[in-house]
């Protein structure tokens, strides 16, 4: 064996406890509902294997989008747990466990597999994102995991096209599609706002990254798209 296959050889195994892969996690779905309708329609038309199959793939997705390429960039997470529960609301993602109402899935008039998928996409985000210790504006952190959903390719019909809204900040795709925008400007500005997010949070982030302010970057999304 040559002296460069060799260095290339050392230089791989000293880069294999780097490599992350979703795989090796855990990652659980767990039907706490099976007796009602949307328990039945989940098993029905999504599955346990399937969720677990996307579970993987969109943190994967994620870990890509967010450019976290190595274990020191990505949370410390060991198992993701998903249920399919009874309560108020459509879903919600605490201590690494992703909670949806089976009686959304219940009543839910279109492609449920669709929909749920781009539910599941959005809670993952919340796993896996960075909070500012809670500093940051609650509508930012909505916004970015419906970003993920919006580049994941599950964004739903009803969501609002660019330009509307009211202000940048004010969650979900609202949000999302500001973002979005922002992304366009400076490719990869979303994983560099949420790097800077893992520990605090400041407007000012927009300017360091963009050259201008959050509420002027606003104004010119909504002159550009808002009419």
């Keep these: 064996m040559s002296q460069f296959h060799i260095l290339f050889v050392l230089s791989f195994l000293l880069l294999l406890p780097l490599a992350t892969d979703a795989h090796a996690l855990d990652f659980c779905v767990i039907n706490n509902a099976s007796s009602t309708k ?6 029905r038309e999504l599955g346990i294997g399937y969720t677990k199959r996307e579970l993987i793939a969109s943190t994967s997705f994620i870990w890509s989008l967010f450019h976290e390429h190595s274990a020191s ?7 993701v747990t998903l249920y399919i529960d009874v309560f108020d609301g459509l879903a919600y993602t605490i201590n ?8 959304y899935i219940a009543t839910y008039s ?14 993952l985000a919340h796993v896996w994102q960075w909070f500012a210790d809670g500093q940051a504006p ?8 419906d970003f993920v959903r919006l580049k994941r390719g599950y964004a739903p019909s009803h969501w609002v ?3 509307q809204g009211d202000k940048w900040d004010q ?3 609202v949000t999302a599609r500001f973002l979005d925008y922002c992304n366009d400007l400076k490719h990869g500005f979303v994983a560099k706002l949420n790097k800077k997010m893992k520990h605090s949070y400041s407007d000012r982030y927009f300017l360091d990254l963009l050259g201008k302010s959050v509420d002027q970057l606003w104004s010119d999304y909504k002159d550009i798209y808002g009419k």
């Design 38 to 43: 949307g328990a039945h329609r989940f098993m």
């Design 73 to 79: 960039d990505i949370k410390h997470v060991k198992k």
């Design 96 to 103: 690494d466990e992703i909670h949806i109402n089976a009686d």
């Design 110 to 123: 279109g492609d449920v597999k669709r929909e749920i998928t781009g539910v599941i996409v959005h809670e």
């Design 138 to 145: 609650g509508g930012l952190i909505e916004g970015i995991a």
């Design 161 to 163: 096209h660019r330009g």
């Design 171 to 173: 969650g979900y795709d």
